[in-house]
């Protein structure tokens, strides 16, 4: 651009006044100054005249004037070297977009005044190229690389739903996709090598959100001469949209929620054509975007794509259009680069189910040109119409058709474009079976702070599920999982972090890093899926996917491939009564009645389970979607594994019932095993699914069947007599000398408004202690990254990531015991004084203030309203609606919170502590005889027995937990 040209963009830009001495005009000329002189320098060859639009722009006048130039300026891109441009129109009051939940099959087929036409940029005049009859649906429309054929989406006669092809002039109508009952077929994009891939509900699932009422759509690949048909998908919830990326990859929308909230998991996955290196491209783990529509890659640049932004319920696939960019990042909001218009304005990562109900412009179908400029769907405003437009990175947009009465859609250039490279397949049909490499299991966050060597061996279980017209948060468990779970077995780990291992191909499968007593460290709330004779590879436990494996050798590379270990006895679904209730028999029934088996069932579940589960942490139907801490559902977070380590009046489980209990809890305390246990199975679809995966997935498989397990005694054994009384404290009587010369309190200034109080606790051996617990202000000021995060709620519907635990006067939690320690010797520096964690003893004298009672302020029946954040009624607010109000609490006392409270809310102890019983457990410096540390006082999550002055439970040094954070004590040079 030369000088002349960048002086008048300068000026604009800038925001000088278009002329000297009058007032600015109603218009943005921002914009269109900046899009002018970007396609002057992207096109100095073929964009000559910006210098004079320029010009021009800086002369206008009137709104007319800048209407005429915008258009002249913005439709002289050089990327619009096309006059025909594909289109869907359809009438205005029946746009024939699914709900966001849905897929075509929930559509009326016909009923619409639609049909494909060919728009002319040239004459704004658009024909119709293919008019279906008896009012049908016509669109999904995609045109072959060549531009010589396309395929669409439309009912047949009998009302389902298939895939058509058309020869580019509009004739040699085509079904391509086979007559199948019960089966529909839709949304289908053409590879590189001439075949396609499409949406089939053979799939035989049910939206589980909505009791199965809305039948899942999958990937299936049809060959290039249309002669075999093969599944590709094996997935929980729908995938939408397949297309191809630049490099031959296949990009699509996926659906899911096992253990994750339902209304944000639309994410991006991309997949080679024969389904191999399934994996997430955008939005794994993330609140935001909701839901990913209508994506599309940038010609001629890696990695970058558009898609439409939407929510849940609310409006229906439309919303914001967004570019995003994965190199950036892939969650949340990072890797965005504009939300369009929106130029130079940061875009948030807003939670919210109706996400853009409010928004407009709102767009849909957006067909990228370049990375800055967009062929697009577009209803500027609520009273406007959807037409085609030309928009940009810079905030312009120019219309290009509208028609009254009618929405303009699937804006495509009809004209040839690049065909991407031809991936060759990389399966074996004649394989059952894959290949999983695992490169480091503790590379990635998710296993951050483990150390090596913690990890013996990797769980592998699969997922069963829901049939159509079944399915829901409350039917495989009570608050536990969508869907069934099938256990496959174990593999090992080696002291390296390496595994190598077979797993069956075609099967949705979950993984599951597992500790020397075999509980989970992590779970995984997803899926992969391999192909036939594929090898899949993985970096490590939740690694970020713009990480690569590290180089260094591991011992699976020299290892051949192991075979999975099955869990006592053959592949099946998980079921409380078969697996669990022998634990019970064998250790419980004796005593307790309530766990006998073959009791009536409660609502459809098994007696025994009703009675259990609620002494067990879960995940639940939907927990929090951004990635959990190591151990955070770890099996010790519950109270029946905590109760059970401690004793029990003598209960000893053997290795076998310790493995089948945390199994159960691992796999988010499910109780049926199959979808029949629960109810019967409609319409004949158990017959339905198996006979599609035989015919598309080449394998047979019927989860409903029960096999014959190796039988194991259920003779109750009693229990050995114990006692489980914890020794008494030791004596820490207070002599007559214990306070001369020391001041009652003392405060700590640690910066930024932050305070430290200590009080003096009386004792042979005086120490101060903290007053109130470390409250996240004061620890961020030693870990500013530190997020002590929300405490899950259970049940489904969940709008945001549950009750929050991150306020500054709240007590830090999810801190191990080694940053606990580290943050003492961080004060300890700052303040030239010496601070630790207490030891249980200084911490249960303190505690007690003198009182020989279980709690400070008396017995564990009392009333502790004023004094204690336990369990109560509030936590009621943790299941909400149709969940049963399982969680132990003691109902009939309301402490104000649901979750931890902000320190100093109740009354002190006598030595002026505050929340020594509840809010957050503490730990302390003392060590239990198996190497975990001690943690004291309960919390906000256990009833008053669980939170005395002598409660404890251990945990591991290096384990965050959900409800435990810690105080400090100060101690004094020993006094002579």
Same mark, same amino acid.
């Given at each position: 651009?030369?000088?002349?040209?960048?002086?008048?963009?300068?000026?604009?830009?800038?925001?000088?006044?278009?002329?000297?001495?009058?007032?600015?005009?109603?218009?943005?000329?921002?914009?269109?100054?900046?899009? /002018?002189?970007?396609?002057?320098?992207?096109?100095?060859?073929?964009?000559?005249?910006?210098?004079?639009?320029? @010009?021009?722009?800086?002369?206008?006048?009137?709104?007319?004037?800048?209407?005429?130039?915008?258009?002249?300026?913005?439709?002289?891109?050089?990327?619009?070297?096309?006059?025909?441009?594909?289109?869907?129109?359809?009438?205005?009051?029946?746009?024939?977009?699914?709900?966001?939940?849905?897929?075509?099959?929930?559509?009326?087929?016909?009923?619409?005044?639609?049909?494909?036409?060919?728009?002319?940029?040239?004459?704004?005049?658009?024909?119709?190229?293919?008019?279906?009859?008896?009012?049908?649906?016509?669109?999904?429309?995609?045109?072959?690389?060549?531009?010589?054929?396309?395929?669409?989406?439309?009912?047949?006669?009998?009302? +389902?739903?298939?895939?058509?092809?058309?020869?580019?002039?509009?004739?040699?109508?085509?079904?391509?996709?086979?007559?199948?009952?019960?089966?529909?077929?839709?949304?289908?994009?053409?590879?590189?090598?001439?075949? /396609?891939?499409?949406?089939?509900?053979?799939?035989?699932?049910?939206?589980?959100?909505?009791?199965?009422?809305?039948?899942?759509?999958?990937?299936?690949?049809?060959?290039?001469?249309?002669?075999?048909?093969?599944?590709?998908?094996?997935?929980?919830?729908?995938?939408?949209?397949?297309?191809?990326?630049?490099?031959?990859?296949?990009?699509?929308?996926?659906?899911?929620?096992?253990?994750?909230?339902?209304?944000?998991?639309?994410?991006?996955?991309?997949?080679?054509?024969?389904?191999?290196?399934?994996?997430?491209?955008?939005?794994?783990?993330?609140?935001?975007?909701?839901?990913?529509?209508?994506?599309?890659?940038?010609?001629?640049?890696?990695?970058?794509?558009?898609?439409?932004?939407?929510?849940?319920?609310?409006?229906?696939?439309?919303?914001?259009?967004?570019?995003?960019?994965?190199?950036?990042?892939?969650?949340?909001?990072?890797?965005?680069?504009?939300?369009?218009?929106?130029?130079?304005?940061?875009?948030?990562?807003? /939670?919210?189910?109706?996400?853009?109900?409010?928004?407009?412009?709102?767009?849909?179908?957006?067909?990228?040109?370049?990375?800055?400029?967009?062929?697009?769907?577009?209803?500027?405003?609520?009273?406007?119409?959807?037409?085609?437009?030309?928009?940009?990175?810079?905030?312009?947009?120019?219309?290009?058709?509208?028609?009254?009465?009618?929405?303009?859609?699937?804006?495509?250039?009809?004209?040839?474009?690049?065909?991407?490279?031809?991936?060759?397949?990389?399966?074996?049909?004649?394989?059952?079976?894959?290949?999983?490499?695992?490169?480091?299991?503790?590379?990635?966050?998710?296993?951050?702070?483990?150390?090596?060597?913690?990890?013996?061996?990797?769980?592998?279980?699969?997922?069963?599920?829901?049939?159509?017209?079944?399915?829901?948060?409350?039917?495989?468990?009570?608050?536990?999982?969508?869907?069934?779970?099938?256990?496959?077995?174990?593999?090992?780990?080696?002291?390296?972090?390496?595994?190598?291992?077979?797993?069956?191909?075609?099967?949705?499968?979950?993984?599951?890093?597992?500790?020397?007593?075999?509980?989970?460290?992590?779970?995984?709330?997803?899926?992969?899926?391999?192909?036939?004779?594929?090898?899949?590879?993985?970096?490590?436990?939740?690694?970020?996917?713009?990480?690569?494996?590290?180089?260094?050798?591991?011992?699976?590379?020299?290892? @051949?491939?192991?075979?999975?270990?099955?869990?006592?006895?053959?592949?099946?679904?998980?079921?409380?009564?078969?697996?669990?209730?022998?634990?019970?028999?064998?250790?419980?029934?004796?005593?307790?009645?309530?766990?006998?088996?073959?009791?009536?069932?409660?609502?459809?579940?098994?007696?025994?389970?009703?009675?259990?589960?609620?002494?067990?942490?879960?995940?639940?139907?939907?927990?929090?979607?951004?990635?959990?801490?190591?151990?955070?559902?770890?099996?010790?977070?519950?109270?029946?594994?905590?109760?059970?380590?401690?004793?029990?009046?003598?209960?000893?489980?053997?290795?076998?019932?310790?493995?089948?209990?945390?199994?159960?809890?691992?796999? +988010?305390?499910?109780?049926?095993?199959?979808?029949?246990?629960?109810?019967?199975?409609?319409?004949?679809?158990?017959?339905?699914?198996?006979?599609?995966?035989?015919?598309?997935?080449?394998?047979?498989?019927?989860?409903?069947?029960?096999?014959?397990?190796?039988?194991?005694?259920? @003779?109750?054994?009693?229990?050995?007599?114990?006692?489980?009384?914890?020794?008494?404290?030791?004596?820490?009587?207070?002599?007559?000398?214990?306070?001369?010369?020391?001041?009652?309190?003392?405060?700590?200034?640690?910066?930024?408004?932050?305070?430290?109080?200590?009080?003096?606790?009386?004792?042979?051996?005086?120490?101060?202690?903290?007053?109130?617990?470390?409250?996240?202000?004061?620890?961020?000021?030693?870990?500013?990254?530190?997020?002590?995060?929300?405490?899950?709620?259970?049940?489904?519907?969940?709008?945001?990531?549950?009750?929050?635990?991150?306020?500054?006067?709240?007590?830090?939690?999810?801190?191990?015991?080694?940053?606990?320690?580290?943050?003492?010797?961080?004060?300890?520096?700052?303040?030239?004084?010496?601070?630790?964690?207490?030891?249980?003893?200084?911490?249960?004298?303190?505690?007690?203030?003198?009182?020989?009672?279980?709690?400070?302020?008396?017995?564990?029946?009392?009333?502790?309203?004023?004094?204690?954040?336990?369990?109560?009624?509030?936590?009621?607010?943790?299941?909400?609606?149709?969940?049963?109000?399982?969680?132990?609490?003691?109902?009939?006392?309301?402490?104000?919170?649901?979750?931890?409270?902000?320190?100093?809310?109740?009354?002190?102890?006598?030595?002026?502590?505050?929340?020594?019983?509840?809010?957050?457990?503490?730990?302390?410096?003392?060590?239990?005889?198996?190497?975990?540390?001690?943690?004291?006082?309960?919390?906000?999550?256990?009833?008053?027995?669980?939170?005395?002055?002598?409660?404890?439970?251990?945990?591991?040094?290096?384990?965050?937990?959900?409800?435990?954070?810690?105080?400090?004590?100060?101690?004094?040079?020993?006094?002579?």
């Amino acid at each position: 651009m030369n000088r002349y040209a960048k002086r008048y963009a300068t000026m604009i830009i800038g925001g000088a006044l278009w002329l000297a001495g009058q007032t600015a005009p109603a218009f943005e000329t921002n914009a269109l100054a900046r899009a /002018i002189e970007d396609l002057s320098a992207s096109f100095p060859a073929h964009y000559t005249q910006g210098a004079d639009f320029l @010009k021009q722009l800086a002369a206008v006048r009137t709104e007319a004037e800048f209407a005429a130039l915008e258009r002249k300026a913005l439709l002289a891109n050089p990327l619009l070297d096309f006059d025909q441009v594909l289109v869907v129109r359809r009438g205005a009051d029946k746009l024939a977009l699914p709900q966001n939940w849905q897929g075509n099959c929930a559509l009326p087929p016909k009923g619409y005044r639609n049909d494909i036409a060919v728009l002319s940029l040239s004459n704004g005049v658009a024909r119709a190229l293919f008019t279906p009859t008896n009012g049908v649906f016509v669109g999904d429309v995609d045109l072959d690389f060549d531009a010589d054929k396309l395929l669409f989406s439309m009912p047949d006669d009998a009302g +389902n739903w298939h895939v058509w092809e058309l020869v580019a002039n509009g004739a040699g109508l085509k079904k391509v996709t086979p007559d199948e009952p019960m089966i529909d077929q839709y949304d289908a994009c053409y590879l590189p090598d001439g075949g /396609i891939i499409f949406n089939s509900t053979a799939a035989v699932a049910g939206v589980p959100c909505v009791g199965g009422g809305t039948v899942v759509a999958n990937l299936f690949r049809m060959s290039a001469d249309r002669s075999t048909i093969r599944r590709l998908c094996f997935d929980q919830e729908h995938n939408w949209c397949p297309t191809v990326l630049n490099d031959g990859r296949i990009l699509y929308t996926r659906w899911e929620y096992t253990d994750t909230p339902h209304y944000f998991t639309r994410l991006l996955f991309s997949m080679n054509p024969d389904g191999t290196t399934q994996s997430a491209y955008y939005g794994s783990n993330s609140y935001w975007p909701n839901s990913i529509f209508y994506a599309r890659p940038i010609p001629g640049v890696a990695g970058k794509v558009v898609g439409i932004v939407s929510g849940h319920h609310g409006v229906t696939r439309m919303g914001d259009l967004i570019l995003f960019d994965p190199g950036f990042g892939r969650n949340e909001s990072a890797g965005v680069v504009q939300r369009i218009p929106g130029f130079g304005k940061k875009v948030e990562p807003v /939670i919210k189910d109706q996400l853009v109900d409010d928004v407009w412009p709102k767009f849909l179908h957006p067909y990228p040109l370049s990375a800055k400029y967009f062929l697009v769907s577009c209803k500027p405003g609520p009273h406007e119409k959807w037409g085609i437009y030309l928009v940009d990175v810079f905030d312009n947009r120019v219309r290009l058709y509208d028609e009254p009465g009618m929405a303009i859609l699937e804006p495509i250039p009809f004209r040839k474009t690049v065909r991407p490279p031809v991936i060759p397949d990389r399966v074996n049909l004649d394989e059952k079976e894959a290949t999983v490499y695992l490169n480091d299991v503790y590379t990635g966050p998710g296993l951050a702070g483990v150390p090596r060597g913690t990890v013996t061996k990797l769980r592998v279980y699969t997922y069963h599920f829901a049939y159509p017209g079944m399915g829901g948060h409350i039917n495989v468990g009570i608050d536990g999982p969508w869907d069934v779970r099938r256990l496959l077995g174990t593999v090992p780990v080696n002291a390296d972090g390496s595994a190598s291992f077979k797993v069956p191909a075609n099967m949705p499968l979950a993984l599951q890093p597992l500790d020397k007593d075999g509980q989970a460290l992590q779970i995984m709330r997803s899926w992969f899926t391999a192909m036939p004779g594929e090898s899949v590879t993985c970096a490590g436990c939740h690694e970020k996917q713009n990480t690569t494996p590290p180089s260094r050798p591991n011992k699976a590379v020299l290892q @051949k491939p192991v075979t999975i270990t099955p869990w006592y006895g053959p592949f099946r679904g998980f079921s409380f009564t078969r697996e669990v209730q022998p634990v019970l028999d064998r250790n419980c029934t004796g005593c307790h009645s309530q766990f006998a088996a073959n009791q009536p069932k409660i609502g459809g579940f098994t007696r025994s389970y009703f009675a259990l589960h609620p002494f067990v942490r879960r995940p639940g139907p939907e927990s929090d979607y951004h990635m959990p801490k190591p151990y955070e559902y770890h099996a010790s977070t519950s109270e029946l594994v905590q109760m059970l380590r401690q004793g029990h009046h003598g209960v000893r489980l053997d290795k076998e019932d310790w493995d089948r209990l945390t199994t159960w809890i691992d796999l +988010n305390v499910p109780d049926h095993g199959t979808w029949g246990e629960h109810h019967s199975i409609p319409a004949n679809m158990e017959t339905l699914r198996r006979d599609m995966l035989k015919k598309y997935a080449q394998m047979d498989d019927n989860p409903e069947v029960i096999p014959e397990t190796p039988a194991r005694s259920t @003779k109750f054994v009693p229990p050995a007599a114990t006692s489980q009384e914890k020794p008494a404290v030791k004596d820490w009587s207070v002599d007559a000398r214990w306070g001369q010369g020391l001041a009652p309190e003392m405060k700590f200034d640690l910066g930024e408004g932050k305070v430290m109080e200590l009080v003096l606790i009386p004792a042979k051996k005086p120490f101060y202690m903290g007053r109130f617990e470390v409250v996240n202000a004061q620890y961020r000021l030693f870990d500013p990254d530190h997020d002590s995060g929300y405490v899950q709620i259970f049940n489904k519907d969940r709008t945001a990531r549950g009750v929050p635990v991150n306020g500054a006067a709240q007590p830090v939690v999810r801190v191990t015991w080694q940053e606990a320690s580290a943050f003492c010797a961080w004060l300890s520096k700052k303040t030239g004084n010496k601070f630790k964690l207490p030891d249980e003893d200084q911490w249960e004298w303190a505690c007690r203030a003198g009182k020989a009672t279980p709690m400070w302020y008396g017995e564990t029946n009392a009333d502790f309203a004023t004094f204690a954040n336990l369990a109560d009624t509030n936590l009621a607010e943790l299941t909400p609606g149709n969940s049963p109000k399982w969680i132990p609490a003691i109902r009939t006392v309301d402490d104000g919170v649901a979750a931890t409270a902000g320190v100093g809310r109740y009354l002190p102890n006598p030595w002026g502590l505050y929340d020594m019983h509840g809010n957050a457990a503490e730990w302390t410096s003392s060590v239990t005889r198996e190497g975990e540390r001690i943690c004291r006082g309960g919390s906000f999550y256990d009833r008053p027995k669980r939170a005395t002055a002598s409660s404890y439970r251990g945990y591991l040094p290096f384990q965050p937990v959900f409800d435990v954070g810690f105080r400090v004590i100060m101690e004094l040079p020993d006094r002579k």
